[in-house]
């Protein structure tokens, strides 16, 4: 055997290996990419069912709870049970049937389960915003002391009042673009 014939030998099993490892690295690369691209459809699709579920409660809550709740002030069982049940079918319906498919294809049969935890968690935020909203109000209504004549002057107390409201409606601010931002 000659040089030339060894080199053509190594030089045609050594392609076939690079090839092969070639195959595998593309392979894997194509399967991560998917992966990353499933991942990502899965996350737009959570964030998208997050504001349909805060949607249908701040509609739930201003047409069936709100009105009675007026009288009463709080819910009988049956009546939070069957607020639920309007919320899920509402949430469903609004969701479609597509996106119903995909998030049956991430958690199985628990749709119904993983819907109900989004459900909970935005009435809680919900309760959470109305209450710092209350807070933000009455910090807002608290009596405003009379500048003195001369607007320059300004004493500590107003000075740190006026810090203490910008500070609450900054962190107002911020709590409900953290909310909006969640994924």
Known sequence: MSEHDV??????????VLLGLAGV?????TSAWASKVRNQTLAQIIRNTDDVVMHVVKSIYQTHVKPRTRNHRELSP?????????ALQQIKQHLGRQTLRDLH???????????QHHLEA???????ERHAHKQV???ADQPQHPLDSCPAVVSPQQEAFARQQANALKQ????AQARSNKP
């Open 7 to 16: 080199l053509q030998q190594l030089l045609y099993t050594g392609g076939s």
């Open 25 to 29: 690295g593309i392979k894997s690369l």
């Open 78 to 86: 049956q009546q939070g049970r069957r607020i639920r049940q309007i």
């Open 105 to 115: 294809q991430s958690f199985g049969d628990d749709v119904d389960v993983v819907l």
């Open 122 to 128: 935005a009435v809680q935020d919900l309760k959470h």
């Open 137 to 139: 109000a009455s910090i």
């Open 172 to 175: 107002f601010h911020q709590q």
